[in-house]
């Protein structure tokens, strides 16, 4: 099986890196930072899988995505969105350029990949999965951008479900709460990280659900702590 990660630099989807890769599945690792998807690459030791330096938010690193994996790869079995941006504290003190990054690169990121890949797919059919956080299920205090952008995420998820629902796409929702990442280094909240799950653990209880019978998926994924 092929999936395609982005966010793959860090956080989860670092970790979902490694447990499909420990599978056999081949991989093609997009974000950023070039540096620590080499990082990355070296770790996983495995000659079938590459590396995509991409700003999801650009339509146009998207669109050369979608000419490498398919001049490469041909059609992916999968495509596993992980990247995202958080932005926290009250709303008063976050600025205009943390809003706009914030929306652009959580809303784009999922949309833009999501639409190179959507239709090739069809045909052999495949899975997409979307990682969001239980911040798009129930508004929270210090994460109102947070939840819009996740929110919004949430509508583009369920309403891209609905519109392949006769085809052989699976949409995935994925939720998680809290993750004991580097992705709260950037807030000054006090969040009771040690109580929250690992980027590890909350992969191990995903890869399982990629998976489909004859008959049905799983649509969403809920991790609670």
Known sequence: MTYIITGAAGGLGQALAKCLSKQGERLLLVGRNEEKLKTLLAELNDANHKLFVADLTKASDVQALKEYVVENWGV??????????GVFGRLPNI??????????????????????FVEIMQV????IANVMSTAAQKGKANETVYCAAKWGVRGFTEALREEVKSTKVRVIGVYPAGMNTGFWQQTSVDYPLESFMTAEQVAELIVPA????????????VLSR
């Open 210 to 221: 990629l998976e489909s019978c004859a008959q049905g998926y799983v649509s969403d994924i």
């Open 124 to 127: 052999k059919g495949g899975v």
């Open 95 to 116: 600025n205009e350029s943390d809003i706009a990054a914030s929306l652009e690169t959580n809303l784009l990121s999922v949309i833009y990949p999501c639409r190179a």
């Open 76 to 85: 992916p079995d999968g495509l596993i969105n992980c990247a995202g941006h």
